[in-house]
């Protein structure tokens, strides 16, 4: 992973410190991504994990969980604002709510049309025709009335209507067409016809001759047979012997046949006689409905007698002729018979049925004919107003409304499943009242930059929420922080929740610091070293620490307590330069103070402390005054100001200091002060300015103890 073998294998208390290298971000995913199995990884890459400003509140989000809700929480806010604005209503904005206004409005406007043409419908159809109509007769009664809506033609109309006005008839007795077979008396009749008589004796003058035969025939029907009786045709005595002839030419086989064709005639008769005693039926006597059917059964029965009539007629012609003509064979008859009188019958039996049924239904009959005289009128109305190209508008607005409501409640339900997602999301953050409280102890020690965070509970907001209170009490807007003093309220926040990995056990610990010092002033580089100097002496054997750093101030001052590496021990404190070269890093472990980096500053403070073992109090005066103007320079504050709880101080180090080339070889103390008194005075100047850390990083274990002990005595 790494190209220096130096890099390799994190042990027991490994603390690895760079300055002035490039690719630190990717050093620090490239370790997270190597040891994420074997170690807890605790990184901090500034103040975005930790702290989030939260412009609604005019607070700051506290702690990593709640950074992370907040930002979903503003996500979800976000989804929910652009969901606000669509389905609530907006004044002069056009939005989904009121598309969907507009949509209930013209389907609404649509209903009142509809409405409008249906009350005045009712109306009309009650005021034209109070029969048809109940009293109550409404809008609702009007649509109920829609689906059965039907036109009548014009004899629909009038049957309808003289149903409805009819009263209850006698419906008379159904009659009993006889049974007339036209084919059994076409039969004989042509049996007959087809018979001849021939004579027993020759009479000259009627051979052949069927008029005189005939002729002859029937005179001897009128003629009585008496002696001398004389021919009532050409008044000669008729003689015995002339009877006789005639007897035997018209013999018992005349008689046979003539007795046949009168036999016939006989049967066809009252046949023909029944046919004219047939009366056609009387159309008024049946309800209008069947008044129609009446008389075309009229119709039908009319033809059947007429042709039935004309069938025995001619029979009955035939047969007389045929009387005529008893000596000769006659063609017989070829007639098409019609039908008989049973389908009439048949006809017959059904309308007198239907009309009995009728008639004991009437007032359920007349309520159809009410009805279908109403759903007539019903349809007219609904013709005049073009209902159906008004229905069907009216479809197509529901459609269009009901696509647009659907939309509409998919959003609401987004909404309210927004609105949940961020209730659970505030369950879920967490109260960092503890670790605000441990960092507010360390922000006093920024002096005059000083600032505490206040907790803001309020329901239904997200937990670890914090305002800024300045030294002055008074509320700071959160757009005042700085990035350095969000990056120490980040960095504080870290080094906390760090104590929470050390309840887990056998879990070993990596901590990155990537470049901690990030815009931050003197006081607070001077907290960070401090915190991060005892983050170092509580490390488990197995775990880790690493700082990244570009600020060489920070990084000799965070490493001055620790040893370089030391040759008979790998498990001591490690030391690299991350150096670049055109677009390759190379990595320089320091393994001693000769190969590591000196600034002048520090070389003022070495020059302090040898005059200080010298016993030389008047010298020490210079590099004091340096230091001092350095540190006040570098962390911009005023002098006045940095001396202001302390102002002998800065009178004596001013009067009684000198540049190098002023400086004398003076033996004693001018002001009587011992070099113990002196270093006193100036540590004073620095706790007054809470840089009794910096002071102490720089200042040997011994006499720091010392200055300690007169801390606590006084």
């Excluded at 159906?388 to 647009?404: H, T």
Aim: with cysteine; hydrophobic share 35%; aromatic share 10%.
């Amino acid at each position: 992973m790494f190209s220096d073998k130096e890099f390799t294998g994190l042990s027991n208390k490994n603390f690895i410190f760079g300055k002035n290298g490039t690719g630190k971000t990717s050093l620090v995913n490239a370790i997270i991504d190597e040891y994420s199995d074997m170690y807890d990884i605790r990184p901090f890459q500034g103040y975005d994990r930790f702290v989030k400003d939260n412009k609604q509140l005019n607070a700051i989000s506290l702690g990593e969980t709640n950074v992370v809700i907040q930002k979903e929480i503003e996500t979800v806010n976000i989804a929910i604002k652009k969901l606000e604005a669509e389905i609530f209503p907006e004044e002069s904005k056009k939005n989904f709510y009121s598309h969907l206004e507009k949509a209930n409005k013209d389907l609404k406007n649509q209903k009142d049309v509809i409405d409008k043409f249906c009350i005045k419908s009712a109306r009309t159809l009650k005021l034209d025709d109070r029969r048809l109509t109940d009293p109550k007769y409404n809008k609702n009664y009007f649509k109920n009335d829609i689906p059965n809506a039907q036109l009548l033609d014009d004899n629909e109309f009038k049957t309808a209507g003289d149903t409805f006005q009819t009263r209850k008839l006698n419906t008379g007795i159904k009659p009993n067409l006889p049974e007339i077979d036209l084919q059994i008396y076409l039969d004989v009749t042509n049996k007959i016809l087809k018979q001849s008589v021939t004579p027993t004796i020759v009479i000259k003058e009627l051979e052949n001759n069927p008029d005189k035969q005939n002729f002859a025939k029937q005179g001897m029907s009128i003629h009585k047979r008496n002696a001398g009786e004389k021919c009532a045709f050409c008044g000669k005595p008729i003689d015995d012997q002339r009877w006789k002839d005639l007897d035997a030419y018209f013999s018992k086989s005349v008689d046979s046949l003539e007795n046949k064709i009168n036999s016939e005639i006989a049967l066809i008769n009252p046949a023909v006689k029944k046919l004219a005693q047939i009366k056609l039926l009387t159309p008024e006597t049946f309800y209008p409905k069947f008044r129609n059917q009446a008389k075309d059964l009229n119709k039908s029965l009319n033809l059947a007698i007429v042709s039935m009539n004309y069938v025995l007629t001619t029979l009955l012609r035939a047969l007389d002729k045929k009387k005529k003509q008893l000596f000769d064979r006659t063609s017989e008859l070829e007639i098409e018979l019609p039908d008989n009188l049973k389908v009439v019958q048949s006809g017959l039996n059904n309308l007198f049925e239907q009309n009995n049924i009728f008639n004991n239904n009437l007032a359920k009959e007349q309520r159809k004919a009410k009805n279908k005289l109403l759903y007539h009128l019903v349809q007219e109305q609904l013709n005049s107003f073009n209902y159906a190209e008004a229905l069907g508008k009216l479809k197509q607005l529901k459609i269009q409304q009901k696509s647009i409501k659907e939309e509409f409640n998919l959003m609401e339900n987004k909404y309210e499943a927004f609105k949940k997602k961020k209730k659970d999301l505030l369950k879920s953050s967490k109260d960092e009242a503890q670790a605000a409280e441990e960092i507010n102890k360390y922000l006093q020690h920024l002096g005059h930059a000083s600032f505490s965070l206040h907790l803001i509970k309020k329901s239904n907001e997200l937990s670890g929420q914090y305002e800024i209170i300045g030294l002055d009490k008074k509320k700071r807007d959160i757009s005042s922080l700085s990035t350095g003093e969000r990056n120490i309220v980040a960095f504080l926040y870290f080094v906390y929740s760090l104590k929470d990995t050390n309840a887990i056990e056998n879990t070993n610990k990596i901590i990155i610091f990537d470049d901690p010092m990030n815009s931050n002033d003197d006081s607070s580089q001077y907290l960070m070293i401090t915190q991060i100097q005892q983050l170092c002496r509580g490390l488990k054997k197995t775990d880790s620490l690493i700082l990244l750093t570009h600020n060489i101030h920070f990084y000799i001052n965070v490493k001055y307590p620790f040893r370089y590496k030391s040759k008979k021990n790998d498990d001591h404190n490690r030391f690299f330069h991350f150096q670049t070269a055109g677009h390759q890093s190379f990595i320089k472990a320091i393994s001693n103070s000769n190969m590591d980096i000196h600034t002048t500053y520090d070389d003022l403070w070495e020059e302090l402390y040898f005059l200080y073992n010298a016993n030389k109090p008047v010298m020490m005066l210079n590099p004091i005054r340096r230091i001092i103007t350095t540190y006040i320079k570098f962390n911009a504050i005023s002098a006045n100001n940095f001396y202001k709880n302390i102002p002998e101080a800065k009178k004596y180090f001013d009067v009684n200091s000198h540049e190098i080339d002023d400086i004398e070889d003076f033996e004693g103390d001018p002001n009587g002060k011992t070099k113990g008194q002196i270093i006193w005075l100036m540590y004073q100047v620095f706790r007054a300015n809470n840089g009794e850390g910096h002071f102490g990083h720089h200042t040997p274990d011994d006499i720091m103890n010392r200055l300690n002990k007169k801390v606590s005595e006084n």
